[in-house]
């Protein structure tokens, strides 16, 4: 349920993911799934890197 508020509201990094999902025509519960796996992903590499979060790092070019 996290991923739900951060891909539709608050986190511009999974927002503009799950957008640009939603714009290729994925369904909606596709495209949380896709961010919830990209998030998980994410947190493992900076647990196992010791870093902080840092939204241009992971910002989608």
């Known amino acids: 349920m996290p991923c ?3 891909a539709t509201l608050n ?3 999974l927002k503009a993911y799950y957008q640009r999902l939603i ?3 994925k369904e909606p519960k596709v495209a949380i799934i896709a961010c ?3 998030l998980i ?3 493992n590499t900076m647990i196992a890197r010791r870093q902080k979060w840092d939204p241009g790092r992971y910002a989608l070019s």
Request: aromatic share 0%.
């Open 41 to 43: 992903s994410i947190l």
């Open 23 to 25: 714009a290729m025509g």
């Open 36 to 38: 919830m796996r990209k």
């Open 11 to 13: 986190n511009p990094v």
């Open 4 to 6: 739900v508020g951060a």
